[in-house]
């Protein structure tokens, strides 16, 4: 079978895409493209997805680089690619090299792919709630900006995440968003029990505007919804199942 990603016109013509689990080498509940080296599934097979994504996104495979995401707002630049074992905790990368192609890796949090495509500057930023309230998506156009890109030619892509209509969340939750910003609370609805549903992908696009980029969108896929396509951490707790599987985002200069 072969891969499936999810594209986007404003990243055009740079190599890039949001992989779907579709096509992977893994089997059981990590069945299809599972490339989270820190998921409980064989490192070899885990291995053999990520060729296949590098081999999609046209680079060999040591140039296909991931970090060890932390949930912060730490961004690293990279002149060259990294070994494995030297990837640091951080949560987002830059690049000006061409060839060198930056993966975010998810399952319900937001992964961003961002190009200014003139100034030859990418990016690719992780963001759950915590990361994006942190400031990761400030912090990795911050960074873009640092190796030359500007803001207004920058465009940005959130890719398949948890949707508004399947994140449940309490009201702690809303509190922390409250003390940072009064008016974070147009991202929350009202849920059943008390319970409040968090707009993850709209807070992110509202960050990215207000960090001042030329184009912001989301694809408009929820991973929680589509369990044939993607992978979900809620979709796993609430299945009872002992871990999940990580998607993978991409995109090379």
Known sequence: MS??????????????????????????????LNCGQGSGDQAQIVAINRARVADALGVGHGQLQTLHQVHSPNVV???????????????AMVTKVPGLALGVLTADCAPVLLADTTAGVIGVAHAGWRGALGGILTAT??????QGAQRVMISAVIGPTIS????????????????DDPDHTRFFANGQNG????????????????AGVGHAEWTGHCTYSDPERFYSYRRSVHGQEVDY?????????
Not at 3 to 26: I, N, Y
């Open 3 to 32: 891969l499936e990603t999810v594209t986007a016109d404003c990243l055009h013509p740079l190599r890039h895409g949001f992989f779907t689990r579709k096509g992977g080498a893994s089997s059981g509940i990590y069945a299809g």
């Open 77 to 91: 630049t990279l002149h060259a690619p990294v070994a494995a074992h030297d990837q640091v905790p951080a949560d």
């Open 141 to 146: 156009i911050d960074a873009m900006v640092a």
């Open 164 to 179: 508004q209509r399947a994140y449940e969340v309490g009201p702690e939750f809303l509190d922390a968003f409250v003390a």
């Open 195 to 210: 319970r409040m549903q968090f707009d993850l992908p709209g807070f992110a696009l509202a960050c990215l505007w207000q």
């Open 245 to 253: 599987g990580r998607l993978i985002a991409g995109i090379v200069l």
